[in-house]
């Protein structure tokens, strides 16, 4: 098999794309079949004297990544078509051969085989793993101890990840096996390096100090990671750390040369590396060994200090990277809960751990005295955040400085971790550091220089919420005001300047900003968010921005004259930009802006006019689907606060063109928002276009596509009748909405049901008796749901004979219609009579009750229906007299007037209201031709009975009533 596999790996390279996708489609069919990592593990391997099996390095390469792959997908046991227990143990012995690899690629690969597999199969399923390769570390031959270093490297890496406790525990019993001779072993490789270096030899310097670094890295995942407690090895470790980092730092200075004018060669960046592991190692120790380490803790601020305060000889990269390392261990140690020397309130501890809090708070007491906490405040503040003018230049002419973020994080690599310990410094001692930063604060804002106004802004900033007990932020608004004014648009480091002091001021809008000064501010963020400004300033003009409109005492009269210049800035940015993620969150912006102005955004219509055509372009153009989402969330945002679409519609309409496409690839992300942008527009609009019209033919292929959309879908279709049923409901439109109905018939959910019974009263109501027959399969197929119904689901039984009742006020014939349709099966009038009065107490929505009885009146005048009237005379007069009594009271007592009739208003003015929500109107509108809510039930059953009361047999009907239902009768009619 394996020569098999060796010839499609071959094929899977070929310049002919027919041969490429036959090879690869046979290797994706061997995968599953039992021998296949064999086979691969036959071209890649090696045999037990060292040798390959191949000479072709490139098909090796290819084998061992296509094993990979086939491991991380089938060798857990739980795995569909999980490779053999038996195929498994051939494996690992095969694998084990590999530590004689020559090929550094094909080595790399075979270490994160041996990660994955250690991860899973280490201690139970292959014990032996750690061991070997800890005996390999032993071997003479050079390639062999490297080799073995590095795959016992990668699975520490892999076992460090398991969170289980009792695996941890396991690989805690590892480590304790292993760590002392990997330390000696360290601690070996660094001595012949530093001889070599004395020496002068720089032949074969470089692969030694790879591999002591790589040893570094591995003595570090099962120190800092693998320990429950340190023991004799990770003190030891600790005091190496310390005692030779002098000596790491003179390396590094050697063979960089001449600071101003460095080597920039493999063993300078190699030695980079090395300084960096050394530091993450002796930080990551600190941090898992909080109380362990305490002996050491001194020494090892006191190292960190000593390079924040005499930095190595060494280029400004390598002092920046070294200082922001010492940075994070300052920062972490700040952090540290165990360190306050407090006990936690909600727990108790035992008090052992009680005595080790208390030595530690000693001890941070001691390293963190007044006089160092001012020491190490003044050296931070003004030798790292107070940066020199030339240095920000260089930063802010990189491209790489532009901020992903917006607001804080503009602030990159040193400044960042330069400023967030000072935050927990500050958080650490307040009383210390506030003070001090009082005193600088105000020092610095009105006789310091830029970069000092500079860095005490941002120590304004990363500390608002603790200095507020220091600090009088009301007295420095003037100054920073002032110095807002001082800045040169066109200067790089003032544009930095003015990114810090937007920060600054959001940072304090929800802490303490007086309104009288919120005019100020919003002209400082108009100013910053315009064309003058570089990006980022404006990005962090824009979060300066959104803080102040959530702020608890934000007002909008104070804001209003300030937003329509605001949110064309941002519109600006957003035209001038070609990056599609930036558009995206300037987008963001624009929304949070039109939601906080509401109505007021009505003002923002032509901005936008101007802009998204062209985005929705270039969106088109690129794919970028997230983009499009945002427009189109934009669109129906502004159209839902403002209560109109006027102005709109020529950037809304072509959108919803390739949203509600259902054969659109982009639906997938766009059929969503489409359709709550498509529902906007049509709530609020005056009148249908012929776009609109056109867009209809995308609803039945919606409807088609389950519940996820038939909520949407019916609001659609309702607003789609509401808007235009003088062209929508008669022929031939009329049968695509009775379709949609019937469709939402079959799968209308229980949630969903009050909305669709008002759609199809709506459309009962607004079809003109010329055209109502034209929805008799409609309601063919509402019958023959209500009688499929089981009893005891009353919501929808109720529901679907309210739309009986409907057709049988609204459309006599139609129901006629219907009766005939169904004569053959059913008795629709009995059924209807009967039925009605069994389930009134059932129905709960006072109109649907007041329509049921007023169906039933219509029904004692049809002479088809008076047979089946007469024989249940008391039931029908039954549900007359609990109407009437329940649409004639209020708060308890009777009263004349119909508690659902909507009041008489001679001003029709409320039909041309500008402020109203156009489908508000559309809705009251027919409200006013529906009889339940315009006319009386007392009166209309009282009419209705004059006149039969003329006919001696109903007459006598009403007189074969028992006594007391003949008396509330009377009382009723009367």
Not at 254 to 270: C, K, R, S, Y
Request: charged share 20%.
């Amino acid at each position: 098999m394996a020569q098999e596999v060796a010839a499609a790996l071959a094929q899977s390279l070929a310049p002919d794309e027919g041969a490429r996708t036959t090879a690869t489609e046979q290797l994706m069919a061997w995968e599953i079949q039992p021998g296949f990592l064999t086979a691969l593990l036959e071209i890649f391997g090696l045999s037990e004297e060292g040798q390959a099996y191949t000479e072709d390095t490139e098909l090796r390469f290819l084998a061992v990544v296509k094993f990979k792959s086939c491991v991380s997908r089938f060798w857990r046991k739980s795995a569909e078509n999980a490779v053999s227990e038996e195929e498994k143990a051939s494996v690992r012995f095969q694998l084990m051969q590999l530590v004689a690899e020559q090929d550094d690629r094909i080595a790399m690969q075979v270490a994160a085989v041996l990660g994955e597999i250690g991860r899973l199969d280490v201690p139970r399923n292959w014990p032996e793993l750690i061991p070997a390769l800890s005996e390999g570390l032993k071997s003479e031959n050079p390639i062999v101890a490297h080799r073995c270093l590095m795959y016992l490297y990668y699975t520490a890496k892999r076992l460090v990840s398991k969170r289980l406790r009792i695996m941890r525990e396991m690989f805690a019993q590892i480590a304790v096996q292993v760590n002392p001779f990997i330390f000696s072993l360290l601690q070996t490789l660094f001595q012949q390096m530093l001889s070599a270096a004395s020496d002068g030899v720089e032949d074969g310097f470089l692969p030694l100090l790879e591999h002591c670094r790589l040893c570094l890295k591995c003595v570090r995942q099962f120190v800092a990671f693998g320990h429950s407690e340190l023991d004799e090895v990770g003190h030891n470790l600790l005091t190496f750390l310390i005692d030779n980092w002098p000596n790491v730092a003179s390396l590094l200075a050697q063979f960089e040369g001449n600071p101003a004018e460095p080597n920039d060669n493999d063993v300078t960046q190699a030695m980079g590396k090395l300084t960096r592991m050394w530091f993450k190692t002796l930080r990551d120790v600190l941090n898992n060994h909080t109380f362990a380490v305490l002996p050491h803790l001194q020494a090892s601020v006191g190292l960190v200090m000593e390079q924040l305060m005499s930095p190595p000889e060494v280029s400004a990269q390598y002092q920046e990277d070294i200082r922001m390392r010492c940075y994070l261990i300052i920062r972490n140690i700040l952090m540290c809960s165990r360190y306050t020397g407090k006990q936690p309130e909600t727990r108790q501890d035992d008090p052992t751990i009680t005595a080790l809090r208390d030595e530690a708070g000693q001890l941070m007491a001691e390293i963190f005295s007044s006089d160092n906490i001012r020491l190490f405040f003044n050296m931070m503040v003004e030798k790292d955040l107070s940066a020199n003018t030339a240095h920000l230049g260089a930063l802010m002419e990189d491209a790489s400085f532009v901020p992903e973020e917006a607001g804080s994080a503009f602030i990159q690599d040193i400044w960042n971790t330069t400023a967030s310990t000072y935050k927990e410094l500050l958080a650490r001692f307040p009383m210390e550091v506030g003070g001090l930063t009082h005193e600088l604060v105000r020092s610095w804002l009105i006789h310091g220089t830029s970069t000092h106004a500079v860095a005490a802004m941002i120590c304004l900033a990363r500390g608002a919420f603790v200095l507020y007990d220091f600090v009088n932020f009301d007295e420095l608004l003037p100054s920073l005001y002032q110095f807002s004014s001082s800045l040169a648009p066109d200067s790089v480091h003032d544009q930095y300047a003015r990114a810090v002091l937007l920060d600054c001021l959001g940072c304090w809008i929800p802490i303490q900003y007086p309104l009288e000064q919120r005019d100020f501010l919003y002209q400082i963020l108009q100013d910053a968010t315009s064309s003058q400004s570089v990006l980022y300033v404006r990005m962090a003009a824009i979060e300066c921005t959104r803080k102040a409109l959530n702020d608890t005492d934000f007002s909008l009269e104070q804001f209003k004259p300030y937003s329509v210049g605001i949110f064309s800035n941002v519109a600006e940015a957003l035209a001038e930009s070609d990056c599609p993620d930036l558009m995206v969150r300037l987008m963001d912006a624009m929304e949070a802006l039109v939601g906080f102005l509401e109505e007021e955004a009505i003002r923002f219509i032509p901005i936008l006019n101007q802009v998204l055509p062209q985005m929705w372009e270039s969106a088109n153009e690129t794919g970028h689907n997230l983009l499009q989402a945002k427009i189109i969330t934009l669109l129906a945002r502004v159209i839902d606060v403002t209560n109109t679409s006027q102005g709109l519609e020529a950037v809304a309409l072509p959108v919803l063109s390739l949203g509600l496409d259902t054969e659109s690839p982009a639906s997938v992300y766009l059929l969503d928002t489409s359709v709550r942008l498509w529902h906007s527009v049509l709530q609020t609009s005056q009148g249908l276009q012929a776009e609109l019209v056109g867009l209809f033919d995308f609803l039945p292929p919606l409807l088609d596509r389950g519940d996820s959309i038939l909520d949407s879908g019916m609001a659609v279709l309702m607003s789609y009748v509401l808007l235009a049923s003088d062209s929508l409901l008669v022929p031939p439109s009329i049968s695509a909405v009775v379709q949609s109905i019937i469709k939402l018939l079959d799968a209308v959910p229980r949630t969903g049901l009050r909305r669709f019974l008002d759609l199809v009263d709506t459309t009962l109501l607004l079809t003109s008796v010329e055209h109502s027959l034209e929805l008799l399969p409609m309601l063919q197929a509402f019958l023959q749901a209500l009688l499929k119904i089981e009893d005891n689901d009353s919501a929808y039984i109720t529901g679907y004979l309210v739309v009986l009742a409907r057709v049988l006020v609204s459309h006599p014939a139609l129901f006629d219609a219907l009766a005939a349709s169904c004569a053959d099966t059913l008795n629709l009038y009995e059924f209807f009579i009967t039925t009605v009065p069994q389930q009134y107490d059932r129905t709960t929505r006072p109109l649907s009750k007041k329509l049921a009885c007023m169906a039933l009146l219509r029904a004692t005048e049809l002479p088809s229906c008076q047979q089946h009237v007469a024989e249940h005379i008391g039931e029908v007069v039954d549900v007359f007299i609990n109407g009437i009594h329940q649409f004639h009271t209020r708060r308890g007592e009777q009263v004349e007037v119909d508690i659902l009739v909507l009041e008489a208003d001679d001003d029709e003015s409320w039909k041309h209201d500008p402020h109203a929500f156009p489908e508000a109107i559309r809705k009251k509108t027919v409200a006013l031709q529906d009889p339940v809510q315009t006319k009386s039930l007392q009166q209309t059953v009282s009419a209705t009975f004059a006149v039969l009361l003329q006919d001696s047999t109903f007459t006598e009907l009403l007189g074969q009533l028992d006594d007391a239902l003949q008396e509330q009768l009377q009382a009723v009619l009367s």
